[in-house]
């Protein structure tokens, strides 16, 4: 649909520029919602609405039914009127298994004489998805859209023109030569996922109840009584049937169907294929299961259809269905069952996850018991409750949630969930740092839960490099039972290592040297290997440079800690709980011990007070002539300066050498001051 030579100017005759305006808004609208191509930025489009709003209201005689301003819904009303279909909205029929698609095409191919000789013609199908939405029924007279209808019993439905109205999606005027004189599109009002989560964010932000799923969202949306809450809800459409056609000839098969109704504007579906006989039915099938989850919006099966239209008149229909067409369901996704208990799990990093306790549902394929709660937050927001009927939702291999509670059918005798203090697996404190959703239990070292993950910490390269100690070999230690803590480690001896499976005498010596070398590390080192939750390499450097020895570390309070460089609140509050929680420090103990792991110990670095730069901060790029980069920065600490790897307004200097790249650009837009190498040593000499 190409854009109209008209100028974008204000200045022509108001007719001719409505006229253009309402043109050029339909076609970005078909360029977003049918071509998937969306070529007009959102600013753009919405002066060019406002900006015909504006001609509207000062020319009333120029409003035409198919504007898009005739979208923003109007006048709330009293009911729904009643549509009776000319056509009916036929139902149909569902398969489930295998058995029945390949019984469905044996079906049509016996009705059509397909397979009376020896060699049998398979049929063409139409397959597309079956979209879990609202279906609804539009009414276009001459290319206009006038009216549309919700499928009701099939035979009755309810008015919602006003409200299908302000659905950007569906075109108010159809588009190219061939518009037919009457014309009945059938299909499906949803919500895409991601819309429905920008909807329930909207909900919560003005505390208002949430939507179970899109599929309830589309449905309350749609039958809102006021169309101005519609136009506020983000509906799409997709067209997959056809009712009354007048004026021109119907289209030979169900795929020239749908590529016609592309041709003018409406937006179709582009997840489907005309496919031959049941090995075609069940790939299609097969294919659109495994992408299933990763599609934008939430689908319950797939549709097959004859695909030619004289073969579907042959075929006919069956009580309230047609036989030429059928719905391959997916199990479902979402039941209802009873919560009976809430328990808590241990994950290996130690986080703490409240767990459903289900009464047994058949939900996504599977018999489910259990089900995330995710964390204490969402058990809160989501006011479940122990006694409660609730929605569980098992979507592919994604782990089976609770999505909702059935409060209206909430039994008297309901319990609220608490969080427990003490780690179920281990008896450690359960604690949950500020500003985080997830509860974690304090004993990382000790807690049989987080064991495997400890161990594998322990031995990383950066932490005390025990080479050889991978996750096989952690797996059976720990399966074994042969290890409970890292200090386990060094009590392994030769023949123990030689018996674990698919190892060689060889690899347990070169375990056992492994081991033997990790007994000498770095404070920094065997910091880092403790595995405290938002230590990294650079906080355990900073740590032991600032402390010198582990004891004061250990005994540290979270001011202390905080004194320490690029320590903020929530890393000292952990290291803090991490070392008050006795377990970690019994283990911390056993590593200690005589002939166990060792490290020099040092004075505590000087207070940052003292220097002639504390309180600032520095940062350093490019090539110094003279200094490594680690040489500047330790001259910077040491005359107490925070060397930040980043500049902000609060960067009090730039170190700039060559090829100082965008760090000093950021500089000279924010005006901090640059030095070179031997600005840098003016500065420390206090000149």
């Given amino acids: 649909m190409a854009r109209s030579s008209v100028p974008l100017s204000a200045t022509n005759a108001p007719a001719e520029r409505a006229a253009w305006l309402r043109a050029e808004l339909e076609r970005a609208n078909y360029a977003y919602y049918v071509l998937d191509q969306p070529d007009l930025p959102d600013a753009e489009y919405d002066k060019l609405f406002k900006e015909l709003e504006r001609i509207e209201a000062e020319h009333p005689d120029l409003i035409v039914p198919d504007s898009p301003t005739q979208r923003v819904g109007g006048e709330a009303a009293s ?13 149909l029929n569902n398969g489930f298994a295998d058995e029945d698609i390949v019984a469905f095409d044996k079906r049509i191919g016996d009705a059509l004489g397909n397979n009376a000789s020896e060699s049998p013609v398979p049929v063409d199908y139409a397959a597309e998805l079956k979209f879990d939405g609202l279906a609804i029924s539009l009414r276009y007279v001459d290319g206009v859209f006038v009216q549309a209808s919700t499928r009701g019993d099939g035979t009755t439905g309810e008015n919602v023109t006003e409200n ?28 895409f996922k991601r819309d429905f989560e920008r909807l329930n964010e909207r909900q919560r932000a003005a505390g208002q109840r949430e939507f179970a799923n899109p599929r309830n969202a589309a449905a309350g949306s749609l039958r809102q009584l006021d169309s101005k809450i ?20 119907m289209p030979a098969t169900h795929s020239e169907l749908l590529d016609w109704y592309k041709e003018m504007g409406l937006p179709v579906n582009g997840e489907r294929a005309v496919v031959r006989g049941a090995e075609g039915l069940l790939g299609f099938f097969h ?7 990763k599609l934008p919006y ?73 089900a995330t709660l995710h964390n204490e937050d969402e058990v809160r927001r989501k006011d479940i409750r122990i006694g409660d009927t609730v929605i569980v939702r098992r979507a592919g291999d994604v782990i089976p949630e609770v999505v909702s509670a059935l409060v209206d059918r909430r039994p008297a005798d309901v319990r609220e969930f608490v969080m427990p203090t003490q780690c179920p697996v281990c008896g450690s404190s359960i604690e949950r740092l500020p500003d985080e959703a997830i509860a974690r239990c304090t004993g990382g070292l000790f807690c049989p839960a987080q064991r495997k993950q400890a161990l594998w910490h322990f031995a990383q390269r950066r932490a005390l490099d025990i080479d050889g100690l991978g996750d096989k070999i952690i797996d059976q230690l720990v399966e074994q039972n042969l290890v409970r803590t890292p200090a386990d480690l060094f009590n392994l001896g030769f023949a123990t290592l030689a018996e674990l499976d698919r190892f060689a005498d060889k690899s347990a010596q070169n375990l056992l040297d492994s081991l033997e070398k990790a007994k000498h590390t770095s404070l920094a080192r065997f910091i880092y290997a403790l595995g405290i939750r938002h230590v990294g390499e650079s906080t355990a450097k900073d740590l032991a440079k600032h402390f010198g020895s582990l004891d004061p570390i250990m005994d540290a309070s979270p001011e202390q ?46 207070k940052a007070a003292q220097g002639v730069l504390a309180g600032q901060t520095v940062v350093l790029t490019g090539t110094l002539p003279n200094l490594s980069r680690e040489d500047a920065k330790e001259m910077l600490e040491a005359a107490g300066a925070k060397v930040a790897g980043s500049v902000s307004k609060k960067t009090s200097y730039v170190v700039a050498g060559a090829d100082a790249g965008s760090k000093l650009a950021k500089a000279e837009e924010l005006g901090i001051p640059v030095l070179d190498e031997d600005g840098m040593r003016k500065l420390l000499e206090g000149h």
Avoid: C
Avoid at 165 to 187: A, E
Avoid at 230 to 245: K, N
Avoid at 348 to 357: D, H, K, L
């Fill in 79 to 91: 009911g729904f009127e009643p549509v009776v279909h000319d056509l009916p909205m036929l139902s």
């Fill in 164 to 191: 299908v109205r302000t659905i950007r999606s569906i075109p108010l005027r159809l588009k190219g030569k061939r518009v037919p004189r009457v014309l009945d599109v059938r299909g499906e009002v949803l919500m």
């Fill in 230 to 249: 519609t136009a506020q809800r983000p509906l799409s459409f997709f067209a997959y049937g056809i009712g009354v056609l007048e004026g021109i000839e």
């Fill in 287 to 293: 294919a659109v299961g495994e992408k299933r989850d």
């Fill in 298 to 370: 939430d689908i319950d099966g797939v549709v097959y259809k004859v695909n030619r239209r004289d073969e579907q008149d042959a075929l006919g229909f069956v009580s309230r269905a047609p036989r030429f067409a059928l719905a391959h369901k997916f199990p479902a996704q979402e039941a209802l069952t009873r919560l009976v208990a809430i328990d808590v799990q241990v994950g290996r990093t130690g986080a703490i996850t409240p767990v459903a306790r289900l009464e047994p549902v058949f939900v996504g394929g599977a018999t489910v018991t259990n």
């Fill in 561 to 606: 800690l905080l004194e320490v460089n690029d320590v903020g609140p929530v890393v000292a509050e952990s290291i803090h709980q991490f070392f008050a929680e006795d377990h970690n420090r019994t283990v911390i103990e056993q590593l200690r011990a005589p002939g166990k792991v060792t490290w020099p110990e040092g004075p505590p670095a000087p």
